[in-house]
């Protein structure tokens, strides 16, 4: 078996970022390659010599086998203390594991390297009975020292020889789309209340604290309707920073996602602004600060919002974490859209639309309690109250919601009614009604339509304003059969509302709300 060695070769690099920087340097000497044989003991597979520009002590060294690690059965430490030439003090001895020769933990007294003395070290190994390969050597891949000194020493020629803190190797951390589910909004000009994105992160292997979060706005007009994105944490009340364009600085910016326009947002903080927890996970919420129409606001404008990178330092580490390289390995690094090692994926928010006006709570307002007998003739059965958000979107006047149709939803089970009777009108005026149209949807369901644009009814409702709108039905037989009980709701389906976003000069149609409930139901009649 022919013995490789490392050639002679002198390797220097920097340690940073650190407390206190520090130059090393490593020099091999050559060692004759001869043949092996089997069972062979103390066979010197490196010399080397270890030099620092200050004070410190090695914690561990860590070698790579090339060829088959089976075949040294063991591997020992020397050091050359008095520079003699002589390894007279035997360090550690270890099997090889992992594919590798691993010194660690060294004693906490040996070895230590003096600012201007380099450390003499040795390495011999064992041979096993029966070796299988026909080649091995030994390379050295990482030199461990005690803290406070960190970093990554980088060879000249040869692969990464790292330097670093063994008891505070880099920790990884891992940014996902939130299991909280978000919603898609109505996001109002001039706010900055509702939420547009939430991400959960998780710090593995030390506390991580991040520095940068970028952001991309997709969507069909790259975001412009955004002042900035408020960062909260959950339950605070106020951000803990905000990502604005002008952050981003000369960093590249996509200028599209996923096909659409894009706009970067930027947040740098200071150290300790963002923090996450070795182990546990700390969720961000993102609220996007709209501008109004006097800024630059645009009603119909629709966006999402995507993590697209993260900046991150190792608390105790103190390195920078670096950006997922895409393997199975978590290596320092940040994984976007992964909770495992492995490929980032998106992290995206759904997707939103900028209005000037919008209903926030639609409310049933019918005086009967549920369970009041089904009524007899005419009969005010759906009552709701319909309230539109304060706004501060004063071009060309503040804007109205303005409804263009309405469709409820009745359910009448063994209670007969006159289906061309449907009217709708607002409470404050119930002289002015408009007839509504009917579907029957099958088993006592129907589904009613009131067109109120271009109608006498009054539908607009201004800013901070409530109206309240009636479904008036004609019930000819509340009981058709005696035997049976008798049921009669009303509800008014959100998700078909159609309705103006409207000022002076024009307006935004649009069909839905943002509210939570798709229906909301007056009183429930029971007989």
Same mark, same amino acid.
């Given at each position: 078996?022919?013995?490789?060695?490392?050639?002679?070769?002198?390797?220097?690099?920097?340690?940073?970022?650190?407390?206190?920087?520090?130059?090393?340097?490593?020099?091999?000497?050559?060692?004759?390659?001869?043949?092996?044989?089997?069972?062979?003991?103390?066979?010197?597979?490196?010399?080397?010599?270890?030099?620092?520009?200050?004070?410190?002590?090695?914690?561990?060294?860590? %070698?790579?086998?090339?060829?088959?690690?089976?075949?040294?059965?063991?591997?020992?430490?020397?050091?050359?203390?008095?520079?003699?030439?002589?390894?007279?003090?035997?360090?550690?001895?270890?099997?090889?594991?992992?594919?590798?020769?691993?010194?660690?933990?060294?004693?906490?007294?040996?070895?230590?390297?003096? $600012?201007?003395?380099?450390?003499?070290?040795?390495?011999?190994?064992?041979?096993?009975?029966?070796?299988?390969?026909?080649?091995?050597?030994?390379?050295?891949?990482?030199?461990?020292?005690? $803290?406070?000194?960190?970093?990554?020493?980088?060879?000249? &020629?040869?692969?990464?020889?790292?330097?670093?803190?063994?008891?505070?190797?880099?920790?990884?951390?891992?940014?996902?789309?939130?299991?909280?589910?978000?919603?898609?909004?109505?996001?109002?000009?001039?706010?900055?209340?509702?939420?547009?994105?939430?991400?959960?992160?998780?710090?593995?292997?030390?506390?991580?604290?991040?520095?940068?979060?970028?952001?991309?706005?997709?969507?069909?007009?790259?975001?412009?309707?955004?002042?900035?994105?408020?960062?909260?944490?959950?339950?605070?009340?106020?951000?803990?920073?905000?990502?604005?364009?002008?952050?981003?600085?000369?960093?590249?910016?996509?200028?599209?996602?996923?096909?659409?326009?894009?706009?970067?947002?930027?947040?740098?903080?200071?150290? $300790?602004?963002?923090?996450?927890?070795?182990?546990?996970?700390?969720?961000?919420?993102?609220?996007?600060?709209?501008?109004?129409?006097?800024?630059?606001?645009?009603?119909?404008?629709?966006?999402?919002?995507?993590?697209?990178?993260?900046?991150?330092?190792?608390?105790?580490?103190?390195?920078?974490?670096?950006?997922?390289?895409?393997?199975?390995?978590?290596?320092?690094?940040?994984?976007?859209?992964?909770?495992?090692?492995?490929?980032?994926?998106?992290?995206?928010?759904?997707?939103?639309?900028?209005?000037?006006?919008?209903?926030?709570?639609?409310?049933?307002?019918?005086?009967?309690?549920?369970?009041?007998?089904?009524?007899?003739?005419?009969? *005010?059965?759906?009552?709701?109250?319909?309230?539109?958000?304060?706004?501060?979107?004063?071009? %060309?006047?503040?804007?109205?919601?303005?409804?263009?149709?309405?469709?409820?939803?009745?359910?009448?089970?063994?209670?007969?009614?006159?289906?061309?009777?449907?009217?709708?009108?607002?409470?404050?005026?119930?002289?002015?009604?408009?007839?509504?149209?009917?579907?029957?949807?099958?088993?006592?369901?129907?589904?009613?339509?009131?067109?109120?644009?271009?109608?006498?009814? *009054?539908?607009?409702?201004?800013?901070?304003?409530?109206?309240?709108?009636?479904?008036?039905?004609?019930?000819? *037989?509340?009981?058709?059969?005696?035997?049976?009980?008798?049921?009669?709701?009303? &509800?008014?389906?959100?998700?078909?509302?159609?309705? %103006?976003? $409207?000022?002076?000069?024009?307006?935004?149609?649009?069909?839905?709300?943002?509210?939570?409930?798709?229906?909301?139901?007056?009183?429930?009649?029971?007989?």
């Amino acid at each position: 078996m022919k013995n490789m060695v490392p050639r002679l070769e002198q390797l220097e690099g920097r340690i940073a970022p650190a407390l206190w920087p520090v130059t090393m340097t490593a020099m091999h000497e050559t060692v004759e390659a001869r043949t092996l044989e089997g069972g062979e003991a103390g066979v010197v597979a490196d010399r080397f010599w270890l030099h620092a520009g200050r004070y410190v002590r090695v914690d561990s060294l860590a %070698y790579a086998v090339q060829g088959n690690a089976g075949d040294v059965a063991s591997a020992t430490l020397w050091q050359d203390r008095d520079r003699n030439g002589t390894f007279e003090t035997r360090l550690k001895t270890v099997q090889p594991t992992g594919g590798g020769i691993i010194f660690d933990p060294l004693n906490r007294f040996d070895p230590h390297l003096q $600012r201007r003395m380099p450390g003499h070290f040795q390495v011999t190994i064992d041979i096993a009975a029966n070796p299988a390969g026909d080649m091995l050597g030994i390379d050295l891949r990482q030199v461990v020292l005690h $803290r406070p000194w960190r970093g990554v020493l980088q060879e000249h &020629g040869r692969e990464p020889l790292h330097v670093i803190d063994h008891a505070s190797e880099t920790g990884n951390l891992f940014a996902i789309t939130d299991t909280t589910p978000v919603r898609s909004m109505h996001m109002l000009g001039g706010t900055g209340d509702a939420t547009g994105q939430r991400i959960e992160f998780r710090a593995q292997g030390e506390d991580i604290d991040v520095y940068t979060l970028k952001f991309l706005v997709a969507g069909n007009a790259d975001g412009r309707s955004i002042d900035r994105l408020a960062l909260y944490r959950p339950g605070e009340p106020s951000p803990f920073a905000f990502a604005t364009v002008g952050a981003w600085g000369s960093d590249f910016m996509p200028s599209t996602l996923n096909g659409e326009p894009a706009r970067g947002f930027a947040a740098r903080m200071p150290g $300790r602004q963002l923090v996450i927890d070795d182990g546990l996970v700390t969720d961000v919420i993102v609220k996007p600060v709209m501008k109004t129409d006097s800024d630059g606001g645009v009603s119909g404008d629709q966006f999402l919002i995507a993590l697209y990178d993260v900046e991150a330092r190792g608390m105790m580490s103190s390195n920078n974490l670096v950006d997922n390289d895409g393997d199975a390995l978590a290596e320092g690094e940040v994984f976007i859209g992964t909770s495992t090692p492995g490929p980032d994926g998106p992290v995206v928010g759904p997707r939103h639309t900028v209005v000037m006006s919008k209903l926030t709570a639609v409310t049933n307002v019918n005086p009967d309690a549920d369970g009041t007998n089904v009524p007899t003739g005419v009969s *005010n059965v759906g009552q709701f109250k319909l309230q539109a958000a304060s706004n501060v979107n004063t071009l %060309y006047g503040l804007n109205r919601f303005d409804a263009m149709t309405m469709v409820f939803i009745v359910e009448a089970t063994n209670v007969a009614l006159d289906l061309n009777a449907f009217r709708v009108f607002n409470k404050s005026d119930p002289g002015t009604s408009v007839p509504a149209s009917y579907e029957d949807l099958g088993s006592g369901r129907y589904r009613v339509t009131a067109q109120l644009e271009s109608s006498a009814v *009054n539908a607009q409702l201004a800013s901070g304003e409530n109206g309240t709108f009636v479904l008036r039905l004609l019930v000819t *037989n509340p009981k058709v059969n005696s035997a049976q009980t008798s049921l009669l709701r009303v &509800g008014i389906d959100l998700s078909a509302l159609a309705w %103006y976003d $409207r000022d002076a000069l024009g307006s935004t149609f649009f069909v839905g709300t943002d509210l939570p409930d798709s229906i909301v139901w007056s009183t429930r009649y029971e007989s």
